[in-house]
């Protein structure tokens, strides 16, 4: 089976082919945008399709990044996924950004616990913990990061993904660290969604509401005649 992987989580607008029964990536194309995800994305799958010597007739499963990540992004990567399965009729796998960094993470330091966490700003920390055997324990979920702290203290986790140095610094010890990129690499999220196989259908993960809130002092209470 041929997966298209499709990652729009953060900066990089990225597409790969991997034949999973080979264990093999035939193409990728990466653009590192930062924002113009939506522009670029079909160009970017075509680009990958081409370099893999495919089209999307040979195709036997789409995959995505479902987040946590960038609004937007998550929205345009997602949206065509399920775009693109519901018109050639294939099972559409999504793969989160923490367990992609996390998988990434165990290859390197294999047999380990690893806390993957992202800096989400606001003293906040997306964070997801994986046992020794790489299961899931722990989010993904909002922490603070005195909690990201004691739980990869306690573990004596690998860390992952952005916030990896914010909590090694904020523990005040040292820590074994994996990738500290806000996503893995495109091949990772394909992997694993052969290795998941179909479930449900991806929708963007989204730990906290949209920074644009009303403010209260403009919400008007109803008054009676």
Excluded: N, W
Excluded at 154 to 168: F, N, P
Excluded at 206 to 224: C, E, N
């Amino acid at each position: 089976m041929k997966v298209l992987a499709i990652d729009c989580a953060a900066s990089l607008c990225a597409a790969c082919v991997y034949d999973a029964a080979a264990g093999l990536e035939l193409g990728r194309s990466v653009l590192d945008l930062g924002k113009g995800h939506a522009e670029h994305l079909m160009a970017v799958i075509a680009d990958a399709l081409k370099t893999a010597a495919t089209d999307y007739a040979g195709l036997g499963a789409i995959a995505v990044s479902v987040g946590p990540g960038s609004f937007t992004g998550l929205r345009v990567g997602v949206s065509t996924a399920r775009g693109l399965a519901l018109a050639l009729k294939l099972p559409a796998i999504g793969v989160t950004t923490l367990e992609a960094l996390a998988a990434e993470a165990a290859s390197a330091f294999p047999g380990r616990a690893v806390l993957a966490a992202l800096d989400a700003g606001r003293e906040e920390i997306h964070a997801a913990l994986y046992d020794e055997m790489s299961v899931l324990t722990y989010g993904p979920a909002v922490a603070t990061l005195a909690d990201a702290v004691t739980m990869a203290s306690e573990r004596s986790a690998v860390l992952a993904g952005t916030a990896a140095t914010l909590i090694a610094d904020a523990a005040g010890r040292t820590f074994d660290i994996g990738p500290r990129a806000a996503t893995a690499d495109i091949l990772t999220y394909a992997r694993l969604a052969a290795a998941k196989g179909q479930g449900e259908r991806p929708k963007p993960l989204y730990l906290r509401g949209a920074d644009a809130k009303p403010q209260a002092g403009f919400i008007l209470s109803r008054q009676r005649p």
